[in-house]
């Protein structure tokens, strides 16, 4: 089972600080939380929901500009700072969305 987060403004994600490394997150912050990657387990790139696209929803960029928005998502391991990885690990969907500049964490997974 998995929960979709919804942050501010009913944007899917909550805004979270990552250390990114050469082949993707190796740690990141939510709130005064830190969570170490211990794996990345999937990766891949996807566009916007259609009903988030265009002018109504700040697209503005004509259509050939929604057919090329996209967002890279990783899927990781990942635990507390100071906890065991063997009884604590979770498993999140970290996405980095270039028009916004920000990552989000998009997905928790139980």
Do not use: I, K
């Not at 700072?81 to 063997?86: C, H, I, K």
């Amino acid at each position: 089972m998995s929960r979709v987060l919804v942050g501010a403004g009913g944007r899917v994600g909550e805004q979270v600080q990552v250390e990114r490394g050469p082949v993707g997150p190796v740690q990141f912050w939510r709130g005064e939380s830190r969570y170490e990657v211990g794996e990345l387990l999937d990766h891949w790139v996807e566009t916007s929901p259609w009903w988030q696209r265009g002018p109504a929803a700040g697209g503005g960029g004509g259509a050939s500009a929604d057919l090329v928005a996209t967002r890279q998502v990783w899927r990781v391991e990942a635990v507390r700072a100071g906890r065991s990885r063997m009884s604590f690990a979770g498993v999140f969907d970290l996405s980095w969305e270039p028009a916004e500049n920000c990552w989000l964490l998009v997905r928790v997974h139980d």
